[in-house]
Structure formats: structure tokens, C-alpha cells
């Protein structure tokens, strides 16, 4: 058992101790929790760690984030008046037994990575709105980005009987056995975020390649053409491929020269199963080289909004400002006005519609209905403060 929890991510360890307390009543009712710096220090950890505890927290609707004032434990009657229409149950390990549901509703079991308020948490409101009018019930199973864990999940729901699967695929070369078993059982099932080569299962993403296109073109309409793209290594993960390929497509179309020896595709401390402290300083480490080496460089495409975190961090590290002489674009970005966030120009997915769209191609499904193999929603440019025109080269 202690092998067990000393493999666990911190930002895990913290998100459980403070629940644990929340639940014995620690902290009270309406109580402040220990804020993003307090929790860091407590822990000897990051601020991005600490962040990343308080945002689950604050995703299972345990606490609630006041800007300017910090967090406190949620009144469920008060904060939240209306009612969860779903058990959750905390990860893809056996310490906690989801609820036993009555047989008369129908069951959709969610497996999933993980939320926050970047991204995920739209995704489950938007499921839970969709159970709720279509009277099911939601079952919910985090995995961590781990395949091990994926799969003992989805035997778990199984076990339970629950009548649909929706499941985020864990980051990773490889989708397990179980979706596999799934697709040829023809059970219902459909995936979110990203879509599987070679497997015909319903799936439920956003247009990642109009997206990243439409970003790109942005930053060109801004003077930037030594353009950075920020990622972790694709291997084989579709969303960050159609990113990709949106990046590419959009320099083809305004006929300017791909140069992939700008881009870092190798940063891998924002994955589920790597998000620790040492992982995060090495990732800022290589960024740091990476644009002391290339000083051409104007602009910074991050595949997602953690990345842009490192890079924002990197960027600072050099004493350059942002955007003045560098400006950075991401998908997704917590909204400002929950605290603590930072306005970065980026593509804002419709994680709500696409969350409601997957319980309800999900349950089309059970009742014997065809649904679109592939629904791909637009995402938004939402500007922000982290973009600006390019900086015009200083004569030498």
C-alpha cells in the first residue's frame, strides 16, 4: 500500500489530504483551505501543482474559488443548489466503490483522465446537464492518463452494469483491449476528445485541425512567422496530430516554409502520469535553451494550456515580456474571473456541447439509433493579453 501511494502524482496527494479533511471536517463549512503558495510550501511543490490539487477540489464541487479571497468548503445547498445527478468515484485505483444505482435508470459510465478548470470540467457539466434531461445516471472514474487504469476502470463499470461507456482515451501509443472488446461486442460506447485510427467507435472532439489553422493564421496576421509549436510527443494521440496538422496547413496556405526546427515536441511534464516538480523544471529548463538558442523566435503555439504555463515561466526566466517580445497562444484557458488564471489568447473548445453530445449519441446508441461516426465541433479564438504584434528585428 505505501508503494502504491508514494507512486502517486503530488498534485493527488494533495487533492486527497485536503478532501480527507474537508470529509472529517477539518475544515468546516464556508472554511478557507490553504491557498495555491500555502499548500506549495506545505508540500515543498510548485504553484502549478498546488493549482492543480485546488482545481480538482473545486471540480468535484468540494471547495469553491473566490477571486481575491481565496478558497473555501463548498455549501452544497448554497454553492451548488443544484443537485449532482452523478457519483464520482476518484480514480482508476479500488480505494473507493462507486454507488450501487438503480436498475430502473439507465447508467452511463464516464471514465475519463482528469479535469480542471482548463479543461475537463466543462466536458462533465455538460454530461451531467445532458443525464440529467435525458433522467440517467452518470457514473464517473478518473484514470490519470494511465492505460493500466483505463482498463481496470472499464471492467469495473462492466462489473457494475452499466448500460454506455463514454471514455477519454489515456494519452499513450495504444488504445487497451477493453475499447477494443467494446467496439467488436458492439456495446454502446462513445469516445471524447479524440478519436482512434482504425477503431469504429463513435467519437465526440473538436475541429483540433481548424482550430490550430485559425490560431496560426492569427499570429501571422500579426507580423509572427517564427512561430513555435509546443507539445508533448503526438504518439499516436489524435488531437495533438490534427494540431499539428492545422499548424502546418495554415503556413502551407499562407505559402510561408514550415521549420520544425523550431518547435520543442518533447515536453512531457503536463502529461497525467509526469506532472511533478522535477519533470516541470526540466521542461522550462529546455524551453529556456530552446529560445535563448533560436532568438528569431516571436511567438509560441502551446498544444495545450499547461504548456503555455512552462512557456509563459520560460519567457519570464529570459526577462522577456510578453507579448512585447514574445507572444503566446494555447488551446483552452481557465476563465480569468475564477482567479488565479492568466489571459492567454487562445482556442476556446464547446466542452459543454460536446459533453451533452456524447451522452446523447451515447444513449441513441443503447436505443438501437445510428449515430455520426465523427462529430468534430468548432472551437473559438478568444484574444487574450498574452499576443501582440511581432516585434520588428533591431538592426545589428
Known amino acids: 500500500m505505501s508503494e502504491q501511494a508514494s507512486s502517486k502524482p503530488m498534485y493527488e496527494k494533495i487533492f486527497d489530504e485536503v478532501k480527507q479533511h474537508i470529509i472529517m471536517k477539518v475544515y468546516q463549512l464556508g472554511e478557507r483551505v490553504p491557498s495555491e503558495k500555502e499548500l506549495a510550501d506545505a508540500y515543498n511543490v510548485s504553484r502549478i501543482t498546488s493549482k492543480k490539487a485546488l482545481e480538482m477540489l473545486a471540480a468535484e464541487r468540494l471547495i469553491v474559488r473566490k477571486p481575491g479571497r481565496g478558497s473555501f468548503v463548498a455549501d452544497p445547498d448554497t454553492d451548488f443548489p443544484e443537485p ?22 439507465k447508467t452511463i459510465g464516464l471514465v475519463i483522465t482528469d479535469f480542471g478548470n482548463s479543461y475537463g470540467t466543462g466536458l462533465i457539466y455538460g454530461m451531467e446537464q445532458a443525464a440529467r434531461d435525458n433522467d440517467c445516471f452518470l457514473v464517473l472514474r478518473r484514470t490519470f492518463g494511465l492505460p493500466e487504469n483505463e482498463e481496470k476502470s472499464i471492467q469495473k463499470m462492466l462489473s457494475l452494469g452499466v448500460d454506455g461507456l463514454i471514455v477519454f482515451p489515456a494519452q499513450g501509443e495504444f488504445f487497451n483491449a477493453e475499447i477494443l472488446k467494446l467496439v467488436i461486442g458492439r456495446f454502446p460506447l462513445v469516445l471524447i476528445d479524440r478519436h482512434l485510427k482504425g477503431v469504429a467507435a463513435a467519437s ?39 494540431r499539428i496538422e492545422g499548424f502546418i496547413q495554415a503556413h502551407a496556405q499562407r505559402g510561408i516554409a514550415v521549420d520544425k526546427g523550431l518547435w520543442v515536441s518533447d515536453l512531457t511534464s503536463t502529461l497525467p502520469n509526469s506532472f511533478n516538480d522535477e519533470n516541470i523544471e526540466r521542461d522550462i529548463s529546455r524551453l529556456v535553451a530552446h529560445l535563448e538558442s533560436i532568438p528569431s523566435i516571436t511567438a509560441l503555439f502551446a498544444v495545450e494550456y499547461n504548456i503555455a504555463l512552462l512557456a509563459k515561466t520560460a519567457v519570464e526566466r529570459l526577462h522577456l515580456r510578453i507579448p512585447e517580445d514574445i507572444s503566446i497562444i494555447c488551446f483552452d484557458s481557465p476563465p480569468t474571473h475564477l482567479g488565479g488564471g492568466y489571459p492567454f489568447t487562445h482556442m476556446r473548445q464547446n466542452e459543454e456541447e460536446m459533453g ?40 545589428q
Open 84 to 105: 449532482l445527478p452523478a457519483s464520482a468515484a476518484s480514480s482508476g485505483s479500488e480505494r473507493s466503490t462507486p454507488s450501487v444505482v438503480n436498475p430502473e435508470e
Open 204 to 242: 465526440v472532439s473538436s475541429d483540433n485541425m481548424t482550430a490550430a489553422l485559425k490560431g496560426t493564421e492569427y499570429l501571422f496576421d500579426l507580423g509572427h512567422t517564427h512561430i513555435s509549436f509546443l507539445s508533448p510527443p503526438p504518439v499516436d494521440t489524435t488531437a495533438v496530430e490534427d
Open 356 to 395: 451533452r453530445i456524447a451522452v446523447e449519441n451515447v444513449l441513441s446508441i443503447m436505443n438501437g439509433h445510428a449515430v455520426p461516426n465523427r462529430v468534430a465541433l468548432d472551437a473559438r479564438l478568444i484574444p487574450g493579453e498574452s499576443t501582440g504584434p511581432a516585434k520588428q528585428p533591431n538592426a
